[in-house]
């Protein structure tokens, strides 16, 4: 039974306002708590706003207004709490925030009837190791990636999957991606796409040096480990192209899938095909 409700939103938007109170509204009938992450509480005028990596745990649904960046910022904060998202786009339709401001008002009557089907998205884990300790670790809905600063030379990244040799890539850098981030940079730098239920992780180079290395597909259960060999140059570590860190020569990179997944609630009317077809402009001439 659905008892409390969390909304987070992007910064400033002028939408957010008027949207978050008609949710507001629309659950109080239904003796519902909402509780409004920090910026939000502020930016519509409630005092008892909550911080945004505490509202997972309280909650048993998320809604976040605003696209694509903004879900995956939420998705990161969810960890080991199993709560669904309703991501509702305020822009352009999101391969991820699937329901319009305009279809939310009936989304919410088959949220209360329990009238919604929920789909899994993998996550993974990554950490970055540095003289045998780990130093950071993440996880993370789309991708992770390893990129050379503006005016560094390219990199070489000994790559290794389940303690097996792959290859060394020398490239200007190197995404691992989950099926979701593969329509992300991953397709950018000339990836597949990968349909979102099909369990597996991309292994794809930035402009490698050797252009017979090309974009590789391993089992989600794969453990991939990179270590990464420069000199004198700036290498940096991103997750979901939001936060990150700075490498140094001799750091090692592991990726494997998380245990956290992520949960989307489906707009009802559609696919991911068409999905697809829309972003991607897919029939037009």
């Known amino acids: 039974m659905l008892k409390k409700v969390g909304i987070y939103a992007k910064k400033n938007h002028p939408d957010v306002e008027q949207i978050a109170t008609d949710i507001c509204r629309r659950f109080a009938p239904e003796k519902i708590e909402v509780l409004l992450e920090d910026s939000l509480a502020e930016q519509i005028g409630q005092v008892n706003g909550y911080a945004g990596d505490e509202i997972p745990a309280l909650v048993d649904l998320i809604i976040v207004l ?83 600063g503006a005016l560094a030379r390219i990199i070489d990244m000994e790559t290794y999957v389940d303690g097996r040799y792959l290859t060394s890539y020398k490239a200007d850098g190197l995404i691992v991606s989950t099926p979701t981030g593969s329509t992300g940079y991953n397709l950018a730098a000339g990836g597949p796409i990968i349909y979102p239920d099909i369990n597996s992780l991309l292994i794809s180079p930035i402009c490698p040096h050797m252009l017979t290395n090309r974009p590789i597909m391993v089992w989600s259960r794969s453990v991939i480990e990179i270590d990464v060999k420069f000199e004198n140059d700036v290498v940096f570590f991103t997750a979901d192209g939001q936060v990150g860190r700075k490498l140094l020569p001799g750091d090692r990179v592991k990726v494997q899938r998380s245990e956290s997944r992520t949960k989307l609630v489906a707009s009802p009317s559609k696919d991911y095909f068409e999905i697809l077809r829309t972003k991607l402009s897919w029939g037009e001439r």
């Open 66 to 148: 605003g696209g694509d960046g903004t879900l995956i910022s939420v998705a990161r904060l969810i960890g080991e709490y199993d709560v669904p998202i309703v991501g509702v786009n305020l822009g352009q339709l999101g391969f991820l925030t699937e329901i319009t401001s305009d279809e939310l008002p009936a989304m919410l009557d088959r949220i209360l009837t329990g009238d919604y089907q929920v789909n899994e998205r993998m996550m993974i884990d990554a950490s970055i190791h540095r003289n045998g300790k780990e130093i950071g670790k993440f996880t993370v809905l789309n991708d992770v990636v390893i990129n050379k």
